[in-house]
């Protein structure tokens, strides 16, 4: 009796999970061309579609051979007829990132397919072109759909992907964070005080890495920090670009600096390949967009401030609203806002001012001047722009190597009037 009730079990759960494999189906339309027929034959029976639009369900098995059909000849999809057609499993044809061609003597039908697959945000596009024979030259019928496929278009031997759009696991992200005050080139502390400046600037590196710690690894498989001096070692920074490289087919860099020019930007390693530096954030003041580690690193997308920046009051805030999988544009435009109250609430805009000004710069008066001059910056490509960038997707810009003129960026603030519009001249 046990025995058979452990059969009974084990036949249940085969029999749900061999529903949940081959359970994969579209609902679309074939669309029929002027003077031409498609026929679908089973055994002895054949259905032949005239010119016309038909409601149809198809149906993938596990292993994409003897897959179903099946054609509504009726309105309201009903006078159903199902066929068989042989195609390739439906990992592999979901996610494939080129044309698939399917020949006639493979699908077991009196005609040839060829189905594209567009990646896009969400649901992906798919294509079916219908013709007469093997050579692809005469098209009969068409069909769109629709479908988020089960597996993501990725190279598991080069680890990397093929296209944009795709989940990336946890496991597939890596980080590089880098965090000086520099608090005592910053103050200019006399010698004897040097000592005292070089502490503070240690504690304000640690707090800063306590504050990030929390969203990064939560976001992050692997991460490396590279902490005040360290960040002007270029062996010590090329080795932490090895390592994020080597273990992750996606990399972000986030470089919380006061110099526009970190050498954290600068990538002396070979191991980089194409498309895998994804995001590239600079703090420094004067960073701009970030624009140059699109050309010369090929990052999707760069980051940076217009001019005198009082970054920390934005920095936290974008990094910590793009670990919870906004888009970069709507992660910054959360950052500003929580910049602005801030300032706004603490008061802290005039105080700022005075200090500011006893630092030798009459640019920030106010509040909003500290907003204006701090403004975070974008750059992108026409292809994949900020507000399709998440942490969770894949970025792989159709273009592998930009130039200035493919190059495109604005301020924040007025991004909504200029997103795919203002060119670097």
Same mark, same amino acid.
């Given at each position: ?325 906004? &888009? %970069?544009? $709507?992660?910054?435009?959360? =950052? ?6 801030? !300032?706004?609430?603490? /008061? *802290? ?53 930009? &130039? %200035?003129? $493919?190059?495109?960026?604005? =301020? ?6 200029? !997103?795919?519009?203002? /060119? *670097?001249?």
């Amino acid at each position: 009796m046990k025995f058979k009730n452990n059969l009974r079990w084990v036949l249940l759960a085969s029999l749900v999970l061999s529903q949940i494999a081959c359970n994969q189906e579209v609902e679309t339309e074939i669309h029929v061309l002027n003077d031409q027929k498609l026929e679908l034959c089973k055994s002895k029976h054949c259905l032949v579609l005239t010119e016309g639009i038909y409601p149809i369900t198809l149906k993938f098995s596990q292993s994409g051979q003897r897959s179903k059909l099946i054609v509504y000849t009726r309105a309201e999809r009903r006078g159903q007829e199902e066929f068989f057609i042989n195609l390739p499993k439906p990992d592999d044809l979901l996610s494939s990132t080129t044309p698939v061609r399917m020949e006639s003597d493979f699908i077991g039908q009196d005609f040839s397919v060829i189905l594209n697959h567009q990646i896009e945000l969400g649901k992906d596009s798919y294509g079916l072109v219908f013709y007469k024979d093997e050579r692809f030259l005469d098209e009969i019928a068409s069909a769109q759909f629709r479908l988020e496929p089960e597996k993501a278009a990725f190279d598991e031997k080069n680890q990397n992907f093929l296209a944009s759009y795709q989940r990336v696991r946890y496991q597939q992200r890596a980080a590089l964070v880098a965090i000086d005050a520099d608090i005592d080139g910053l103050i200019g502390s006399p010698r004897q005080l040097e000592w005292a400046s070089k502490s503070l600037d240690f504690v304000v590196n640690y707090v800063g890495k306590l504050l990030l710690m929390p969203w990064i690894h939560y976001r992050y498989a692997k991460v490396r920090w590279i902490l005040g001096d360290k960040t002007e070692d270029q062996e010590y920074v090329t080795a932490k670009w090895n390592e994020v490289f080597d273990s992750s087919p996606v990399v972000d860099h986030f470089a919380l600096v006061h110099s526009g020019n970190s050498l954290t930007r600068q990538i002396e390693t070979e191991n980089k390949k194409v498309n895998q530096l994804r995001l590239s954030y600079n703090s420094g003041c004067y960073s701009g967009s970030s624009s140059s580690d699109i050309i010369n690193e090929q990052a999707t997308s760069g980051m940076g401030h217009r001019a005198l920046s009082a970054s920390p009051l934005f920095s936290f805030s974008i990094i910590r609203n793009w670990t919870y999988d906004h &888009d %970069l544009e $709507d992660a910054t435009k959360r =950052g500003v806002r929580s910049a602005e109250n801030f !300032l706004k609430t603490v /008061a *802290i805009g005039d105080f700022i001012a005075f200090w500011a000004k006893r630092f030798g710069t009459n640019d920030w008066e106010s509040g909003d001047d500290i907003i204006k001059t701090s403004e975070p910056m974008l750059s992108w490509t026409d292809d994949l722009p900020p507000n399709h960038l998440f942490i969770s997707l894949s970025a792989i810009p159709e273009r592998p190597i930009a &130039d %200035l003129n $493919d190059v495109r960026e604005s =301020g924040i603030l007025n991004i909504d009037d200029e !997103l795919i519009l203002h /060119a *670097i001249n």
